[in-house]
């Protein structure tokens, strides 16, 4: 039967405020986090009644009686019943995750037509008054437009009734026992308007109300340890519905589980996509009617809107196909277990467990979970990288590539252990030179940076190691400063040790850690102006000069072929962040550090005179060169 719903204005008009449901409503994660309980209720009552059971089948070794077979054989209709159980909640997860592709595709539908219609709408008033009736005297072509709209509109909320039409009643079908798990396929039509009521179609209702155990203002400006306390008090379904209802407090709250933390950043990544998609729309709306626009005005007026707004919409489509890159990776990238070994399958997306486009803050992790949804204790070496200038959170993905790949280096170190990585950009970064000169972003930066780090779970056994690079060595100075506690500190091409901060003996806590340091010769980037400090501008003391922190060699482009050049072959520009080649000298040091493993010290340079001349020869590059290694401590 046809349902048809309210999509225009009392004139006649497509009118996107009227449509009973809008894309921006409609969430799907409640939906995939319900399929996911429900897998996880039926695992669990199958092995709830196998564990019975096999405590039950020791029986007869202690208990001997007449009626002792029919005894045991008493448990056999349990444990069918709960393996049908388990099937019964497998499909009902199942039909939870059609139910989500479905509608995740014409939800992008839905979030066009909006943008689409609402800009039809406000041309058209504006042209029209009198609405349909005017129209119809006055432009036939946009009475087809309107119509054309109105039904596509039609389309897109009758494959949505059918799709909720479809989960709800193929679930209902299983069994009434389990119809509560699959509550809160929405926000949906249903549950959020009643639009469907009078078909007598099931009626799933949103995420339950998290008033009663949502963080208060005490915790959110607490400790992480205090975050984690209340945490801990939460039941999982509680758990589960705070990350559905406050997605951007639970993914960017010091405190929270790691793995909880990256499923509500799943829903801030979606939503934020679905924003710059829409405003994408309304510039190409923008354009269009500025081409329109241009047939009555001369060409060289029209060029600087027109140029003003193509680059924008460049930079929101930049934005978009970063952010997709989180939700399926152009190439799969490897995921290791406790004993070095890839895990099958390998993955797709990357874990977001911080987002927030309102504080440019974003921060990845590649490693494994354990049950409370941290990093497990089995791992060995955890490492935060930080990067340097011009870093955006929409802009994330060449660093998040570099991370992976000290990631993969670091799990195929056999002797290593295994290792769990981390990249943090947790706030606004300076976007050129001029603005790198000012201590004011590493000064906001430092003390994020460390409550960032400190509200990592660790285990006391594992190691912790702070690593970054050029700018943010000046933010992971003032960490330092601020009291920050890792047990090893990298600084690679690095502005300074802070704002001033003179030597690493002025950090409270880290002083006596070990400090590792590499920049290639003749960084012009930072290497001008190391040491440099004058109130707010500059970073502080060099680390390449501190007698306390090691310099290590950045060597060549690949550490096991020299004949394809050293670092410094790549240029004084280049240098600064080819340091992070994968398998070059620099980038195994790296690797090196984090996991504890040997690394290569610096080689000074030798000065040789000839002819009343003065010659600077580079370390590597004199003659008999052997490199010589370290044990990291």
């Known amino acids: 039967m046809a349902v048809y719903v309210r999509v225009t204005d009392a004139g006649g008009l497509i009118d996107p405020s009227v449509f009973p449901q809008r894309?921006?409503?409609?969430?799907?994660?409640?939906?995939?986090?319900?399929?996911?309980?429900?897998?996880?209720?039926?695992?669990?009552?199958?092995?709830?009644?196998?564990?019975?059971?096999?405590?039950?089948?020791?029986?007869?070794?202690?208990?001997?009686?007449?009626?002792?077979?029919?005894?045991?054989?008493?448990?056999?209709?349990?444990?069918?019943?709960?393996?049908?159980?388990?099937?019964?909640?497998?499909?009902?997860?199942?039909?939870?995750?059609?139910?989500?592709?479905?509608?995740?595709?014409?939800?992008?539908?839905?979030?066009?037509?909006?943008v689409e219609a609402g800009a039809f709408l406000a041309r058209v008033r504006a042209a029209n008054p009198g609405g349909v009736a005017t129209m119809l005297l006055q432009e036939l072509d946009t009475v087809d437009q309107n119509q054309d709209l109105i039904v596509r509109a039609q389309q897109v909320f009758a494959v949505l009734l059918e799709a909720e039409q479809r989960c709800a009643d193929r679930i209902k079908a299983l069994d009434e026992q389990i119809v509560p798990v699959a509550r809160g396929l929405g926000p949906a039509l249903t549950g959020r308007t009643g639009l469907f009521s009078s078909t007598g179609a099931w009626s799933p209702v949103g995420p339950p109300s998290v008033a009663e155990f949502a963080p208060t203002k005490t915790i959110l400006d607490g400790?992480?340890?205090?975050?984690?306390?209340?945490?801990?008090?939460?039941?999982?379904?509680?758990?589960?519905?705070?990350?559905?209802?406050?997605?951007?407090?639970?993914?960017?709250?010091?405190?929270?589980?790691?793995?909880?933390?990256?499923?509500?950043?799943?829903?801030?990544?979606?939503?934020?996509i679905d924003r710059l998609e829409a405003e994408k729309a309304r510039i190409e709306e923008e354009l269009r009617m500025a081409a329109m626009a241009s047939r009555f005005s001369s060409a060289r007026r029209q060029y600087v809107p027109d140029l003003?707004?193509?680059?924008?919409?460049?930079?929101?489509?930049?934005?978009?196909?970063?952010?997709?890159?989180?939700?399926?990776?152009?190439?799969?990238?490897?995921?290791?277990?406790?004993?070095?070994?890839p895990v099958s399958p390998p993955r797709t997306t990357v874990?977001?467990?911080?987002?927030?486009?309102?504080?440019?803050?974003?921060?990845?992790?590649?490693?494994?979970?354990?049950?409370?949804?941290?990093?497990?204790?089995?791992?060995?070496?955890?490492?935060?990288?930080?990067?340097?200038?011009?870093?955006?959170?929409?802009?994330?993905?060449?660093?998040?590539?570099?991370?992976?790949?000290?990631?993969?280096?670091?799990?195929?170190?056999?002797?290593?252990?295994?290792?769990?990585?981390?990249?943090?950009?947790?706030?606004?970064?300076?976007?050129?030179?001029?603005?790198?000169?000012?201590?004011?972003?590493?000064?906001?930066?430092?003390?994020?940076?460390?409550?960032?780090?400190?509200?990592?779970?660790?285990?006391?056994?594992?190691?912790?190691?702070?690593?970054?690079?050029?700018?943010?060595?000046?933010a992971l100075g003032i960490a330092e400063s601020e009291g920050l506690r890792v047990d090893r500190v990298m600084y690679v091409a690095g502005a300074g040790l802070g704002n001033d901060n003179t030597s690493v003996q002025d950090f409270p806590y880290t002083k006596d850690v070990p400090h590792y340091t590499q920049m290639a010769r003749r960084d012009s980037v930072v290497g001008l102006i190391q040491g440099a400090d004058a109130g707010e501008l500059g970073h502080g003391a060099s680390a390449l000069r501190d007698p306390e922190v090691t310099r290590l060699e950045t060597g060549y482009i690949n550490a096991a072929n020299w004949s394809e050049g050293d670092i410094e072959s790549t240029g004084v520009f280049e240098s600064h962040s080819s340091v992070y080649t994968k398998g070059s000298t620099s980038f195994n040091n790296i690797v090196g550090v984090i996991t504890g493993t040997r690394v290569e010290a610096y080689a000074g340079d030798e000065i040789l005179v000839t002819g009343g001349q003065l010659y600077n020869i580079d370390g590597i590059d004199a003659e008999g060169y052997e490199p010589r290694y370290l044990d990291v401590e």
């Open 308 to 341: 003003r707004l193509a680059m924008e919409l460049d930079r929101l489509q930049a934005a978009i196909d970063s952010y997709e890159q989180y939700r399926g990776l152009d190439k799969a990238q490897e995921q290791y277990d406790r004993h070095g070994l």
């Open 351 to 474: 874990e977001l467990v911080a987002f927030d486009p309102n504080r440019s803050s974003i921060a990845t992790y590649r490693g494994p979970y354990d049950e409370a949804g941290d990093v497990p204790d089995w791992v060995d070496n955890v490492a935060v990288h930080v990067p340097g200038t011009t870093t955006r959170m929409d802009d994330f993905n060449e660093i998040d590539t570099d991370v992976y790949n000290l990631y993969d280096a670091a799990n195929r170190i056999k002797s290593a252990g295994s290792t769990a990585v981390f990249a943090w950009a947790g706030g606004e970064f300076p976007q050129n030179i001029p603005e790198a000169a000012s201590a004011s972003y590493s000064r906001d930066l430092g003390p994020k940076l460390r409550d960032f780090i400190h509200a990592i779970d660790v285990h006391p056994d594992s190691t912790l190691t702070a690593e970054a690079h050029s700018y943010g060595s000046a």
């Open 23 to 114: 894309s921006d409503a409609l969430g799907l994660e409640w939906a995939q986090e319900q399929a996911r309980v429900s897998r996880t209720m039926g695992q669990q009552a199958a092995e709830s009644v196998q564990d019975v059971h096999s405590a039950w089948s020791r029986l007869p070794e202690y208990y001997q009686a007449p009626e002792a077979d029919d005894l045991y054989r008493a448990m056999d209709p349990a444990l069918g019943a709960a393996s049908r159980e388990q099937e019964k909640f497998s499909d009902a997860a199942r039909y939870l995750d059609d139910y989500v592709d479905e509608v995740g595709v014409v939800k992008q539908r839905l979030a066009n037509l909006e």
């Open 223 to 272: 400790l992480a340890s205090e975050v984690r306390e209340w945490w801990d008090t939460l039941t999982p379904e509680q758990r589960t519905a705070l990350v559905a209802a406050m997605p951007m407090v639970i993914g960017n709250l010091n405190g929270v589980p790691v793995k909880f933390r990256a499923d509500a950043n799943r829903i801030n990544l979606a939503t934020e």
